[in-house]
């Protein structure tokens, strides 16, 4: 499965705002925002595609994600379909 | 959109294996894989939502993605879809 974590909303994003100087420097100036995040794929052992949801959200308070800072997304997909 | 970026499978991603040494030391031992890429969100202003992808395309290829280790893939969301 698929976990994308992403910066809060409002809160300051350096790493996102360096990406989009830098675009802005290749010229692309129609970029209005960038947020920069991670993407994390887990291949878990569970008896049904819902356990191992119930796992990796247990996973991303305990460990992937800041609860503070970042929010998390988990996202079903079959064992080949990562990109 | 968001920009979901991976390693390319067969390359060794020592941040995915200290991801899931870190899993397995909390117990979380049914976690046959992990792999650790990057989720970078855009708002980009085009003419078209496809416009708006061949330029994220292009970006990826010129900066966010290192075409040499790593996949990447483009996903529309709306302006408030992203996690």
Chains 1, 2 share one sequence.
Do not use: W
């Not at 992403?6 to 947020?35: M, N």
């Amino acid at each position: 499965m698929e976990i994308v974590i992403a910066p809060r909303p409002g809160l300051l994003d350096p790493q996102g705002k360096a990406i989009q100087h830098a675009l802005a420097a290749l010229g692309y100036d129609s970029v209005e925002e960038v947020r920069s995040g991670k993407a994390i794929f887990l291949d878990v052992r569970a008896p049904s595609e819902e356990a191992a949801q119930d796992q990796a959200r247990d996973m991303c308070r305990k460990l992937l994600a800041n609860p503070v800072t970042e929010d998390f997304e988990i996202r079903a997909c079959g064992p080949e379909e990562a990109p």
